[in-house]
């Protein structure tokens, strides 16, 4: 079996009094030379240098271990060295690994890519392999062992626990589901280990702490029974392996007279590690017997360093570089050499020899490039460098979300606010590096702001230190204050810092967005009726909406002429045919049409004067005619092939009681009674069969107060066609009419459909004794299943005609006769549409129906007070300061737009006095900028006033309502009336909800958080020190080889390619939380994204606080009436007219104009502070209260690259030894061709020429 042994030196970086008595490469080498205690070369496999990062630590132990770990074997990490070495440093991180981005350790490290990998594997197995992971962390203090994961014991000690050979009795063992949950677990480990302070520092650990993870590996049967799944017979396969994690105590020795208090604990460690250097010599030497039960560490790890499972084991040895230490360093040089003789002593029993000398091969092959570039063959650091700017850190990462890897240039720490950068698809080289310039601005402009907020609260605490001290009187009173102060000032820091510490526990609770979802789904709702209302062309006939009904079932809107030809006999929608109620006028929809037309048009159209010719025809036909309402249909017992079937032909009642419905202004007397109107009725169930199938009903069976009904039963296919013939009474002495109806439209149920039939003006038709006429043919469509019209035609016109009566399936549409000479054009239908459509028309209506984000405010409001539905316009007066803003704002923006058309300012000149985007480019603002650059005050999208009255009034159309007024104070929005008159059931529901969430009996804890984001004129919060600036590849935008191009495959990849980003708000959802946050602080987009980023808002609208648009392009401007961040539009000044729509539609606004061809450098140097100033002005408060930080880690990241591919000087290429990628997604990214981002002569034109910029790097 095949034990190897790995030995990896890391020398710390020095302290700035050390002196260094040590020297090796600078980051990773092979090489190590000592001065003290005299001058000696070592050679180790591995070697990293004082500046060596910590990934390169994680990639120098990691990857190995994972490698083992996938092939079923055990793996050994123990980092060995004196106190103050850097072991626990290295690894876990500084803090416990709390900051991956610079800081990130090799334990959370490499168990973040063992998740990546194992999930991939998953995928790539389609679910028949599945993976496990268990930790264990104690720590082994003299010859006890304690558990760490367990909750304390009475005394506030951690339990103790047995060892039987190298297996733990009575530890806890927690299930890891992510590399998140296993950073949770170490961080409350770590806080219960044992430390103690010494003459190196304060806190060196006192106790060897030990990681044991346990990775459970099964394969199934993906087609085995529910039989075998529930009894376990599909597993094929299952494994497990172990990984030890060893962190030792401090090898160093010690002074009986300095430190007798802790010589207990010393001697201990010294004689745990002493005998595992006992172990290593043992079995360096080959001993037959191995001293492991010498101590408890040795026991344990006997597994892993003695097992008969195959085992890799690392030792990470930490060095101090300091002259004071040497002595100590030249123990653990010794203890590391002792274990190098361990590499690679024994074979593999499973690998034959040509296997191994081809493993062999390889691997000489990777070291001897490793030692030609100066890092690790697989490194993603090979050929890059890290950024002098520690503070930017500008870096390149690879996001981890469900669909694969999202590349992303990031900068900054991960703890702070999160700003997300999305670019856009203008061209086929755009990516995420087109933000570099904004980024690395606005990253010194942020620090440069917190430099000067922390020295003005430095000379203001140096002001108030200097005022008390003059204050002071006498010695002892001097002194008597200065302790009380001290104390007082120690109890106000206390509170503060307890109040500080709740307020980021508050802020780390797992963020609630129920009311921020709620608020998204009242905003769709919102939006759904605010198109509703303004549509302006009838569902069914395209003419002017007038006397608008609308469809509660299926919000279909009919003008009155199409309700008088369908549903106000149907009870059915003659456009989809889902049934309805009784019509009522849209009161809402009404009084906005009427605004239109009062403002479009001067005279009455001739589209309106047709329409209303046609309705007034139709009204008095109806009042003068005799009419019957039919209703037939069939019901199926069973979906079965031959079942239980009921057909029926029914006569619905008038409100009289009678079957006929007579109009107020009709004189026919025919058809009192049922017996009067129809003779009899009969149904044919078989019509093509020569044997007789004909049954007769002489009177109705099945009489209600709705109908009278003729039902006819017996068994029926689905899909039988049944003849059902009306015969009418002698007084009628019309054509019968013969219903054709195909059983089965609906599968199990009722299906009805209503027939309108109406009567000639003289009855009878048919003479007395008359032979049998042919019947009148009502047959279903089959397209449309719709209700229909059959009108009997008199004795002449039936001569002349040919035909006994007109049938019509769905609405009627019968000429007019009323229209008399007004012939109505094609182009008269033509130009009514587009005048009624126009933007002048639709600013208007807008105005008067209002605002989504005001509604749903208000409708908040009223919720959070408790108020029923209905009462919910009472809240109108708490949003009119917030219209008289926006209403103000938009003024304050066109009188300087006017000075500067009336002072006739070109391009090239900038008014005195008028601030603009850039520091010499001309522009305007709806946000007033002070010269310094300070107070913004933000504007609320506004509306453009009306026309004059006068204009008005002589377009105004005679109608016979009354119309509003323009100038009347309507309080309420219509938009809001509308939500409130319970008339919806969609806003009902809304309403229950969002009363149950912040209404006065919610509860209170969670009440009190939704109402704060409700506040957005509260508290303000600190200025962060600096963001964490995120910009993303998006995928199939752009083209680029980052982008992750594999979400969309086929036909769909050319319709990507042609609209743009695939970008879903589960897709930015998902890079959000793999970044560690409950939401972005700030979006920052550009161009056709812009649209995107509103789409993705309206379904969450919690997806960030902030919003930044550079030159935004947006259609559907409607939608943004329901965005509800504080928005910043960068804009060009070519520009204005779109830039005018997104403010109209905008709820919260700031727009700053600027020049390309005055100011070109406008986003590079100018932005930056105009962006900061903006949130400075808002006090850092967005739509969301805080900053989006959550308990999450990022670890759902990996490092990828430095500074050199952050600016683009280096592609990105995954990398086919550590990518995480299934190997199919691979092949297919790496063949997918296109043009690489940069130029590779252009690189070399920049940097000497050398071997390791060649394509043939592996990254």
């Given at each position: 079996?095949?034990?190897?042994?790995?030995?990896?030196?890391?020398?710390?970086?020095?302290?700035?009094?050390?002196?260094?008595?040590?020297?090796?490469?600078?980051?990773?080498?092979?090489?190590?030379?000592?001065?003290?205690?005299?001058?000696?070369?070592?050679?180790?496999?591995?070697?990293?240098?004082?500046?060596?990062?910590?990934?390169?630590?994680?990639?120098?132990?990691?990857?190995?271990?994972?490698?083992?770990?996938?092939?079923?074997?055990?793996?050994?990490?123990?980092?060995?060295?004196?106190?103050?070495?850097?072991?626990?440093?290295?690894?876990?991180?500084?803090?416990?690994?709390?900051?991956?981005?610079?800081?990130?350790?090799?334990?959370?490290?490499?168990?973040?890519?063992?998740?990546?990998?194992?999930?991939?594997?998953?995928?790539?197995?389609?679910?028949?392999?599945?993976?496990?992971?268990?930790?264990?962390?104690?720590?082994?203090?003299?010859?006890?062992?304690?558990?760490?994961?367990?909750?304390?014991?009475?005394?506030?000690?951690?339990?103790?626990?047995?060892?039987?050979?190298?297996?733990?009795?009575?530890?806890?063992?927690?299930?890891?589901?992510?590399?998140?949950?296993?950073?949770?677990?170490?961080?409350?480990?770590?806080?219960?280990?044992?430390?103690?302070?010494?003459?190196?520092?304060?806190?060196?650990?006192?106790?060897?702490?030990i990681l044991m993870l346990l990775l459970e590996r099964r394969e199934c049967n993906l087609f085995a029974t529910k039989e075998e799944k529930d009894t376990g017979r599909d597993l094929i396969d299952s494994s497990m392996c172990s990984f030890y994690m060893v962190d030792l105590a401090g090898s160093e020795a010690f002074n009986y007279e300095t430190e007798e208090k802790h010589h207990v604990h010393h001697r201990g460690i010294n004689a745990g590690l002493l005998a595992l250097g006992r172990v290593i010599m043992a079995m360096s030497d080959r001993q037959e017997h191995v001293p492991y039960r010498d101590s408890v560490i040795t026991q344990l790890l006997l597994g892993a360093l003695g097992g008969d499972k195959p085992c890799l084991t690392e030792m990470l040895c930490c060095l101090s570089p300091s002259s004071a230490h040497a002595a100590d360093t030249k123990c653990s040089i010794s203890y590391a050499k002792r274990c190098a003789l361990l590499e690679r002593e024994n074979a593999v029993d499973e690998v034959d020899e040509t296997e191994a000398e081809v493993a062999d091969e390889k691997e000489g092959e990777a070291v001897a490039k490793e030692k030609q570039l100066g890092h690790p063959a697989n490194s993603p650091m090979a050929n890059d460098e890290f950024d002098e700017d520690e503070e930017a850190n500008r870096r390149c990462e690879l996001i981890e979300i469900k669909a694969g890897g999202v590349f992303a240039r990031t900068s900054g720490d991960p703890t702070n606010p999160l700003v997300l950068y999305l670019h856009d698809g203008s061209s086929s080289s755009a990516n995420s590096a087109t933000w570099n310039p904004l980024v690395t601005a606005l990253s010194l402009a942020k620090r440069e702001s917190f430099k000067l907020l922390k020295a003005a609260k430095d000379a203001q605490k140096a002001s108030k230190a200097g005022s008390a001290s003059k204050s002071k009187k006498g010695a002892e009173g001097a002194k008597a204050s200065g302790s009380s102060a001290a104390?007082?000032?120690?109890?106000?820091?206390?509170?503060?810092?307890?109040?500080?510490?709740?307020?980021?526990?508050?802020?780390?609770?797992?963020?609630?967005?129920?009311?921020?979802?709620?608020?998204?789904?009242?905003?769709?709702?919102?939006?759904?009726?605010?198109?509703?209302?303004?549509?302006?062309?009838?569902?069914?006939?395209?003419?002017?909406?007038?006397?608008?009904?609308?469809?509660?079932?299926?919000?279909?809107?009919?003008?009155?002429?199409?309700?008088?030809?369908?549903?106000?006999?149907?009870?059915?929608?003659?456009?989809?045919?889902?049934?309805?109620?009784?019509?009522?006028?849209?009161?809402?929809?009404?009084?906005?049409?009427?605004?239109?037309?009062?403002?479009?048009?001067?005279?009455?159209?001739?589209?309106?004067?047709?329409?209303?010719?046609?309705?007034?025809?139709?009204?008095?036909?109806?009042?003068?005619?005799?009419?019957?309402?039919?209703?037939?249909?069939?019901?199926?017992a069973s979906d079965s092939k031959r079942t239980k079937a009921?057909?029926?032909?029914?006569?619905?009642?008038?409100?009289?009681?009678?079957?006929?419905?007579?109009?107020?202004?009709?004189?026919?007397?025919?058809?009192?009674?049922?017996?009067?109107?129809?003779?009899c009725v009969s149904c044919d169930y078989h019509p093509s069969s020569d044997e007789d199938t004909l049954m007769t009903l002489n009177e109705p069976n099945n009489t209600s107060d709705e109908r009278f009904g003729y039902t006819f039963t017996r068994p029926m296919s689905a899909g039988s066609l049944c003849h059902m013939t009306v015969h009418w009474a002698s007084e009628i002495s019309v054509a019968p009419l013969e219903i054709r109806h195909k059983l089965g439209r609906v599968p199990v149920g009722r299906f009805t459909r209503r027939i309108v039939v109406q009567f000639p003006a003289e009855l009878p038709v048919l003479r007395e004794g008359a032979a049998t006429t042919t019947?009148?043919?009502?047959?279903?469509?089959?397209?449309?299943?719709?209700?229909?019209?059959?009108?009997?035609?008199?004795?002449?016109?039936?001569?002349?005609?040919?035909?006994?009566?007109?049938?019509?399936?769905?609405?009627?549409?019968?000429?007019?006769?009323?229209?008399?000479?007004?012939?109505?054009?094609?182009?008269?239908?033509?130009?009514?549409?587009?005048?009624?459509?126009?933007?002048?028309?639709?600013r208007a209506a807008v105005e008067y129906v209002g605002m989504i984000g005001e509604a749903n405010l208000a409708l908040c409001l009223a919720a959070s007070e408790g108020l029923p539905l209905k009462s919910a316009t009472a809240k109108a007066d708490a949003i009119a300061p917030l219209k008289k803003a926006r209403k103000k704002a938009i003024l304050e923006r066109k009188k300087a737009s006017?000075?500067?058309?009336?002072?006739?300012?070109?391009?090239?000149?900038?008014?005195?006095?008028?601030?603009?985007?850039?520091?010499?480019?001309?522009?305007?603002?709806?946000?007033?900028?002070?010269?310094?650059?300070?107070?913004?005050?933000?504007?609320?999208?506004?509306?453009?006033?009306?026309?004059?009255?006068?204009?008005?009034?002589?377009?105004?159309?005679?109608?016979?309502?009354?119309?509003?007024?323009?100038?009347?104070?309507?309080?309420?929005?219509?938009?809001?009336?509308?939500?409130?008159?319970a008339s919806d059931t969609t806003f009902v529901l809304l309403y229950d909800k969002m009363l149950a969430l912040i209404g006065p009996s919610a509860p209170p804890h969670a009440r009190a958080g939704f109402l704060d984001e409700l506040n957005m004129a509260g508290h303000g919060f600190d200025e962060p020190a600096e963001f964490f600036h995120v910009a993303i590849d998006l995928p199939g935008f752009g083209n680029t080889k980052a982008s992750m191009q594999t979400l969309k495959r086929g036909a769909e990849e050319k319709r990507v390619a042609d609209e743009g980003a695939v970008m879903s708000p589960e897709f930015i959802v998902e890079v959000i939380k793999s970044l560690g946050k409950h939401y972005a602080y700030c979006i920052v987009t550009s161009a056709e994204c812009s649209a995107s980023v509103f789409s993705a808002l309206l379904e969450r609208p919690n997806l960030a606080s902030f919003l930044v648009?550079?030159?935004?392009?947006?259609?559907?401007?409607?939608?943004?009436?329901?965005?509800?961040?504080?928005?910043?539009?960068?804009?060009?000044?070519?520009?204005?007219?779109?830039?005018?729509?997104?403010?109209?539609?905008?709820?919260?606004?700031?727009?700053?104009?600027?020049?390309?061809?005055?100011?070109?450098?406008?986003?590079?140097?100018?932005?930056?502070?105009?962006?900061?100033?903006?949130?400075?002005?808002?006090?850092?408060?967005?739509?969301?209260?805080?900053?989006?930080?959550?308990?999450?880690?990022?670890?759902?990241?990996?490092?990828?690259?430095?500074?050199?591919?952050?600016?683009?000087?280096?592609?990105?290429?995954?990398?086919?030894?550590?990518?995480?990628?299934?190997?199919?997604?691979?092949?297919?990214?790496?063949?997918?061709?296109?043009?690489?981002?940069?130029?590779?002569?252009?690189?070399?034109?920049?940097?000497?020429?050398?071997?390791?910029?060649?394509?043939?790097?592996?990254?």
């Amino acid at each position: 079996m095949r034990h190897e042994m790995r030995v990896i030196v890391r020398v710390r970086p020095a302290g700035k009094t050390e002196i260094i008595h040590t020297s090796c490469d600078s980051n990773v080498g092979d090489w190590l030379h000592v001065d003290k205690p005299e001058p000696t070369d070592e050679k180790f496999s591995t070697v990293l240098g004082m500046k060596c990062t910590q990934h390169e630590c994680y990639m120098a132990c990691g990857p190995p271990m994972i490698a083992s770990a996938l092939k079923g074997r055990n793996s050994l990490l123990f980092a060995y060295g004196q106190s103050g070495a850097g072991k626990t440093f290295s690894m876990y991180g500084a803090e416990g690994g709390k900051n991956p981005s610079k800081l990130d350790g090799v334990v959370p490290a490499t168990i973040a890519e063992l998740f990546r990998q194992t999930t991939a594997i998953e995928k790539e197995k389609v679910g028949s392999v599945k993976y496990a992971l268990g930790a264990s962390l104690v720590e082994v203090q003299n010859k006890w062992i304690f558990d760490l994961l367990q909750d304390a014991e009475e005394n506030g000690n951690q339990p103790a626990i047995r060892a039987l050979g190298p297996h733990l009795i009575g530890n806890k063992i927690e299930r890891i589901y992510s590399s998140r949950s296993l950073t949770h677990t170490i961080e409350r480990g770590m806080r219960t280990r044992a430390t103690s302070p010494n003459i190196m520092h304060k806190h060196s650990s006192r106790s060897h702490c030990i990681l044991m993870l346990l990775l459970e590996r099964r394969e199934c049967n993906l087609f085995a029974t529910k039989e075998e799944k529930d009894t376990g017979r599909d597993l094929i396969d299952s494994s497990m392996c172990s990984f030890y994690m060893v962190d030792l105590a401090g090898s160093e020795a010690f002074n009986y007279e300095t430190e007798e208090k802790h010589h207990v604990h010393h001697r201990g460690i010294n004689a745990g590690l002493l005998a595992l250097g006992r172990v290593i010599m043992a079995m360096s030497d080959r001993q037959e017997h191995v001293p492991y039960r010498d101590s408890v560490i040795t026991q344990l790890l006997l597994g892993a360093l003695g097992g008969d499972k195959p085992c890799l084991t690392e030792m990470l040895c930490c060095l101090s570089p300091s002259s004071a230490h040497a002595a100590d360093t030249k123990c653990s040089i010794s203890y590391a050499k002792r274990c190098a003789l361990l590499e690679r002593e024994n074979a593999v029993d499973e690998v034959d020899e040509t296997e191994a000398e081809v493993a062999d091969e390889k691997e000489g092959e990777a070291v001897a490039k490793e030692k030609q570039l100066g890092h690790p063959a697989n490194s993603p650091m090979a050929n890059d460098e890290f950024d002098e700017d520690e503070e930017a850190n500008r870096r390149c990462e690879l996001i981890e979300i469900k669909a694969g890897g999202v590349f992303a240039r990031t900068s900054g720490d991960p703890t702070n606010p999160l700003v997300l950068y999305l670019h856009d698809g203008s061209s086929s080289s755009a990516n995420s590096a087109t933000w570099n310039p904004l980024v690395t601005a606005l990253s010194l402009a942020k620090r440069e702001s917190f430099k000067l907020l922390k020295a003005a609260k430095d000379a203001q605490k140096a002001s108030k230190a200097g005022s008390a001290s003059k204050s002071k009187k006498g010695a002892e009173g001097a002194k008597a204050s200065g302790s009380s102060a001290a104390a007082a000032a120690a109890q106000a820091a206390a509170v503060s810092a307890s109040a500080q510490g709740a307020e980021d526990d508050a802020e780390d609770v797992e963020f609630d967005d129920r009311f921020a979802v709620l608020r998204g789904k009242l905003s769709k709702a919102l939006q759904r009726r605010q198109k509703e209302i303004m549509q302006t062309l009838c569902s069914l006939c395209q003419s002017l909406l007038l006397d608008p009904t609308r469809l509660t079932r299926c919000r279909h809107v009919l003008c009155r002429l199409c309700v008088e030809r369908s549903i106000f006999y149907h009870r059915e929608c003659p456009v989809c045919a889902t049934p309805c109620g009784p019509p009522e006028t849209d009161a809402e929809h009404d009084a906005v049409m009427r605004l239109r037309m009062r403002r479009t048009f001067r005279n009455e159209p001739v589209m309106s004067t047709v329409w209303k010719a046609r309705l007034e025809e139709q009204q008095l036909e109806r009042r003068t005619s005799m009419r019957v309402v039919l209703e037939y249909g069939s019901i199926l017992a069973s979906d079965s092939k031959r079942t239980k079937a009921t057909m029926f032909v029914g006569v619905l009642k008038d409100a009289r009681g009678t079957p006929v419905h007579r109009g107020e202004e009709c004189v026919q007397t025919q058809g009192a009674t049922i017996a009067q109107l129809i003779h009899c009725v009969s149904c044919d169930y078989h019509p093509s069969s020569d044997e007789d199938t004909l049954m007769t009903l002489n009177e109705p069976n099945n009489t209600s107060d709705e109908r009278f009904g003729y039902t006819f039963t017996r068994p029926m296919s689905a899909g039988s066609l049944c003849h059902m013939t009306v015969h009418w009474a002698s007084e009628i002495s019309v054509a019968p009419l013969e219903i054709r109806h195909k059983l089965g439209r609906v599968p199990v149920g009722r299906f009805t459909r209503r027939i309108v039939v109406q009567f000639p003006a003289e009855l009878p038709v048919l003479r007395e004794g008359a032979a049998t006429t042919t019947p009148t043919s009502f047959a279903e469509r089959r397209s449309k299943e719709l209700s229909g019209w059959v009108h009997y035609t008199d004795a002449a016109t039936a001569k002349a005609v040919g035909a006994s009566a007109r049938v019509l399936v769905g609405a009627w549409s019968g000429g007019s006769k009323a229209c008399g000479d007004i012939i109505l054009t094609s182009g008269n239908v033509k130009e009514a549409r587009m005048a009624i459509t126009s933007a002048e028309s639709n600013r208007a209506a807008v105005e008067y129906v209002g605002m989504i984000g005001e509604a749903n405010l208000a409708l908040c409001l009223a919720a959070s007070e408790g108020l029923p539905l209905k009462s919910a316009t009472a809240k109108a007066d708490a949003i009119a300061p917030l219209k008289k803003a926006r209403k103000k704002a938009i003024l304050e923006r066109k009188k300087a737009s006017s000075a500067v058309a009336l002072a006739g300012v070109t391009d090239g000149d900038s008014p005195k006095g008028l601030r603009s985007g850039g520091s010499a480019s001309p522009g305007r603002h709806s946000s007033a900028i002070s010269p310094a650059r300070g107070a913004i005050s933000p504007t609320r999208g506004a509306i453009s006033p009306g026309r004059d009255k006068g204009v008005h009034a002589a377009r105004r159309a005679s109608y016979d309502k009354e119309e509003p007024s323009d100038s009347e104070d309507m309080g309420a929005s219509l938009l809001l009336k509308s939500a409130s008159s319970a008339s919806d059931t969609t806003f009902v529901l809304l309403y229950d909800k969002m009363l149950a969430l912040i209404g006065p009996s919610a509860p209170p804890h969670a009440r009190a958080g939704f109402l704060d984001e409700l506040n957005m004129a509260g508290h303000g919060f600190d200025e962060p020190a600096e963001f964490f600036h995120v910009a993303i590849d998006l995928p199939g935008f752009g083209n680029t080889k980052a982008s992750m191009q594999t979400l969309k495959r086929g036909a769909e990849e050319k319709r990507v390619a042609d609209e743009g980003a695939v970008m879903s708000p589960e897709f930015i959802v998902e890079v959000i939380k793999s970044l560690g946050k409950h939401y972005a602080y700030c979006i920052v987009t550009s161009a056709e994204c812009s649209a995107s980023v509103f789409s993705a808002l309206l379904e969450r609208p919690n997806l960030a606080s902030f919003l930044v648009l550079k030159e935004p392009q947006v259609k559907d401007y409607d939608a943004l009436h329901s965005i509800f961040q504080p928005t910043l539009i960068l804009s060009e000044s070519r520009q204005a007219a779109s830039t005018d729509r997104i403010e109209q539609a905008l709820m919260n606004n700031s727009i700053i104009e600027f020049s390309k061809k005055t100011n070109p450098s406008y986003i590079v140097k100018d932005a930056s502070k105009d962006i900061l100033a903006w949130m400075k002005g808002r006090k850092w408060r967005g739509h969301l209260s805080g900053f989006g930080h959550s308990k999450m880690r990022p670890l759902l990241t990996r490092l990828v690259g430095g500074v050199r591919m952050w600016s683009g000087v280096r592609e990105y290429r995954p990398s086919p030894i550590i990518d995480a990628t299934p190997a199919a997604t691979r092949d297919k990214e790496g063949a997918g061709g296109g043009k690489p981002e940069h130029d590779p002569k252009a690189r070399r034109a920049e940097s000497p020429p050398r071997e390791s910029d060649t394509k043939e790097d592996i990254y």
